[in-house]
T-cell receptor
Framework: DTGVSQNPRHKITKRGQNVTFRCDPISEHNRLYWYRQTLGQGPEFLTY????????KSRLLSDRFSAERPKGSFSTLEIQRTEQGDSAMYLCASSSAGKGPKFETQYFGPGTRLLVL | DAKTTQPNSMESNEEEPVHLPCNHSTISGTDYIHWYRQLPSQGPEYVIHGLTSNVNNRMASLAIAEDRKSSTLILHRATLRDAAVYYCILRDGIKAAGNKLTFGGGTRVLVKP
């Protein structure tokens, strides 16, 4: 059982730089989610994919953010021109969507902690 | 999205039960009550969920009020490993909006040895 993996685990960058995070979901899961969590708060939904299709994006996902899941397997989240307010934990989760939200359980990765200086 | 209200924090002694309340007075008929917890430096993990009837699993029990406007997560014998933030989340069982998890602030549980 490999679980959901995320890389890198930590990233420090300077304001204005671009960063990219990767998420590898559990292999048989067709749904993949991105969340953001700031200190002391619960995670906030950013976007999700079913297979390679991006089905929903939060208003939190500004034009500087882009997410892809090119072959319906791993996903990347890119932040362009980072700002200090982007400093947060970025969490990825995956699930099998077959039974719908009544029964669906999301499995989270350990997250990527981003610090923008 | 229907909102949930939880206490900010609770303390418990090891080996004692912990009752975590959650108020959701605006719950709709198709909303399921889900609980996740987040251990320190980890992503959230699923604990339990239910609709109307009380539910038990190896991790916890979920007691749902008859009017469904509140629920209680019960950890029967708290261990130090149960120290975490516990989130009560409503998920629409019909609409696509129920696909994402909407977290509130959660309850931070401290377990004392």
């Amino acid at each position: 059982d490999t679980g959901v993996s995320q890389n890198p685990r930590h990233k420090i960058t300077k304001r204005g730089q671009n960063v990219t995070f990767r998420c590898d979901p559990i292999s048989e899961h067709n749904r993949l989610y991105w969340y953001r969590q700031t200190l002391g708060q619960g995670p906030e939904f950013l976007t999700y994919f079913q297979n390679e299709a991006q089905l929903e994006k939060s208003r939190l996902l500004s034009d500087r953010f882009s997410a892809e899941r090119p072959k319906g397997s791993f996903s990347t989240l890119e932040i362009q021109r980072t700002e200090q307010g982007d400093s947060a934990m970025y969490l990825c989760a995956s699930s099998s969507a077959g039974k719908g939200p009544k029964f669906e359980t999301q499995y989270f990765g350990p997250g990527t902690r981003l610090l923008v200086l | 999205d229907a909102k949930t209200t939880q206490p900010n924090s609770m303390e418990s002694n090891e080996e004692e039960p912990v009752h975590l309340p959650c108020n959701h007075s605006t719950i709709s008929g198709t909303d399921y009550i889900h609980w996740y917890r987040q251990l320190p430096s980890q992503g959230p993990e699923y604990v339990i969920h239910g609709l109307t009837s009380n539910v038990n699993n190896r991790m916890a029990s979920l007691a749902i009020a008859e009017d469904r406007k509140s629920s209680t997560l019960i950890l029967h014998r708290a261990t130090l490993r149960d120290a975490a933030v516990y989130y009560c989340i409503l998920r629409d069982g019909i609409k696509a909006a129920g696909n994402k998890l909407t977290f509130g602030g959660g309850t931070r549980v401290l377990v004392k040895p």
